[in-house]
T-cell receptor, first 114, second 117 residues
Framework: AQSVTQLDSQVPVFEEAPVELRCNYS??????LFWYVQYPNQGLQLLLK??????LVESINGFEAEFNKSQTSFHLRKPSVHISDTAEYFC????????????FGTGTRLLVSP | GAVVSQHPSRVICKSGTSVKIECRSL??????MFWYRQFPKKSLMLMAT?????????EQGVEKDKFLINHASLTLSTLTVTSAHPEDSSFYIC?????????????FGNGTRLTVT
């Protein structure tokens, strides 16, 4: 079984500052890793994913995450945030047999202020 | 891109009544859909896996008689909360796998906010 830990429930940051949202996972098998973003009263949107290959993955809106197997981490980073990045961010893991079940972390609320 | 439509977005019902939530894949066929429940400031909890043409698979601790799931076609799954109580108030989200392969990506609906008074 897999589990995900997002230690920070809320991360306040000023606009144009860098941010890192932490995610650690636990699994006895190889995994796929995901970051999803949720805006108020909406479903989840896939931000980026790691399946295999390069350990650094990027999204189209400037976010990136790096898979670190030794530290069992998949932290999300952005060098310069915008007000519009304010949202809830969920890290998720599934085993590498497929996307049958996603196990989500408890989420991190990113609050960007001017 | 693939779109999952969930309806209604919000519903308020009285205790003891039943509520049906629909999840539709608009431009793709989904043999498998998933239903999640999200509590305030909590993660998403997988409730059940909905398989077209067969019975849903419920996660441990989820009452199958209370949360009825029907996946009658390749584009529609419904979740019916029967005899709703205030503790059933929550945000329910569905997702659908956009393809037949096990590693096909998941697409999420916009969720349904259920309030039971």
């Amino acid at each position: 079984a897999q589990s995900v830990t997002q230690l920070d429930s809320q991360v306040p940051v000023f606009e144009e500052a860098p941010v890192e949202l932490r995610c650690n996972y636990s699994s006895s098998v190889s995994v796929y890793l995901f970051w999803y973003v949720q805006y108020p009263n909406q479903g989840l949107q896939l931000l980026l994913k790691y399946l295999s290959g390069s350990t650094l993955v990027e999204s189209i809106n400037g976010f990136e995450a790096e898979f670190n197997k030794s530290q069992t981490s998949f932290h999300l980073r952005k060098p310069s945030v915008h007000i519009s990045d304010t949202a809830e961010y969920f890290c998720a893991v599934s085993d590498d047999t497929g996307f049958q079940k996603l196990v989500f972390g408890t989420g991190t609320r990113l609050l960007v202020s001017p | 891109g693939a779109v999952v439509s969930q309806h209604p977005s919000r519903v308020i019902c009285k205790s003891g009544t039943s509520v049906k939530i629909e999840c539709r894949s608009l431009d793709f066929q989904a043999t498998t859909m998933f239903w999640y429940r999200q509590f305030p400031k909590k993660s998403l909890m997988l409730m059940a896996t909905s398989n077209e043409g067969s019975k849903a698979t419920y996660e441990q601790g989820v009452e199958k008689d209370k949360f009825l799931i029907n996946h009658a076609s390749l584009t529609l799954s419904t979740l019916t909360v029967t005899s709703a109580h205030p503790e059933d108030s929550s945000f329910y989200i569905c997702s659908a796998r956009g393809g037949d392969r096990d590693n096909s990506p998941l697409h999420f609906g916009n969720g349904t906010r259920l309030t039971v008074t």
